[in-house]
């Protein structure tokens, strides 16, 4: 069974830039999280959706982030305009049920110019 | 003040030895408590879920969770030069609900 995949793996991209972030979930997994590591903090909880529904977006920094799962399978996380403190490593998890294991992608890891 | 403090290391120790790692937390609201484990450039793996406290053993890993104390462990017995990573503890108030992490404490395991 595929694990979650997140598409780039790298991206480097100039402030004011946009960039969009895609996450598959694991097949029939209908909870999707995503979550951010900025360079020597902790990681830390972006926004949840269960299906195509957002249902806990309290940790999303502002509205330059924008994050879509149309249809309740892959998700999107757009950065747009990009500013110097959006790098970091953005990771996507997902799980079945509420209750069940949030399993994790690689990452993909940011870099503002 | 964070939620959930971790040492972040980094911790080395020689093979064979027990690893004790260890997180406190500040939210008595917390109620299931995990460990990851991350290798470098992938993403958290999942090594132990607990929800009351007490220990919970699975192979060579003991999670142990003392919730009057506010504070959690994870021990490693015989340690293998493979078993270095970085060890992130993470909880959340309900299942499903967002996982607060600690910074995560980076281990090398030496042979």
């Known amino acids: 069974e595929a694990g979650v995949t997140q598409f780039p793996s790298h991206s480097v991209i100039e402030k004011g830039q946009t960039v969009t972030l895609r996450c598959d979930p694991i097949?029939?997994?209908?909870?999707l999280y995503w979550y951010r590591r900025v360079m020597g903090k902790e990681i830390k909880f972006l926004l949840h959706?269960?299906?195509?529904?957002?249902?806990?977006e309290s940790g999303m920094p502002n509205n330059r982030f924008l994050a879509e799962r149309t249809g309740g399978t892959y998700s999107t996380l757009k950065v747009q305009p990009a500013e110097l403190e959006d790098s970091g490593v953005y990771f996507c998890?997902?799980?079945?049920?509420?209750?069940?294991?949030?399993?994790f992608g690689p990452g993909t890891r940011l870099t503002v110019l | 003040q964070k939620e959930v403090e971790q040492d972040p290391g980094p911790l080395s120790v020689p093979e064979g030895a027990i690893v004790s790692l260890n997180c406190t937390y500040s939210?008595?609201?917390?109620?299931?408590f995990m460990w990851y484990r991350q290798y470098s450039r992938k993403g958290p793996e999942l090594l132990m879920y607990?929800?009351?406290?007490g220990n919970k053993e699975d192979g060579r890993f003991t999670a142990q969770v003392d919730k009057s104390s506010k504070y959690i462990s994870l021990f490693i017995r015989d340690s293998q030069p493979s078993d270095s990573a970085t060890y992130l503890c993470?909880?959340?108030?309900?299942?499903?609900?967002?996982?607060?992490f600690g910074t995560g404490t980076q281990l090398k395991v030496e042979l």
């Open positions: 998890a997902s799980s079945q049920d509420l209750t069940d294991t949030q399993y």
């Open positions: 097949s029939g997994h209908d909870n």
């Open positions: 959706f269960v299906k195509e529904s957002k249902q806990d």
């Open positions: 939210n008595s609201a917390f109620q299931y």
């Open positions: 607990t929800y009351s406290s």
């Open positions: 993470a909880m959340c108030t309900g299942g499903g609900n967002k996982l607060t």
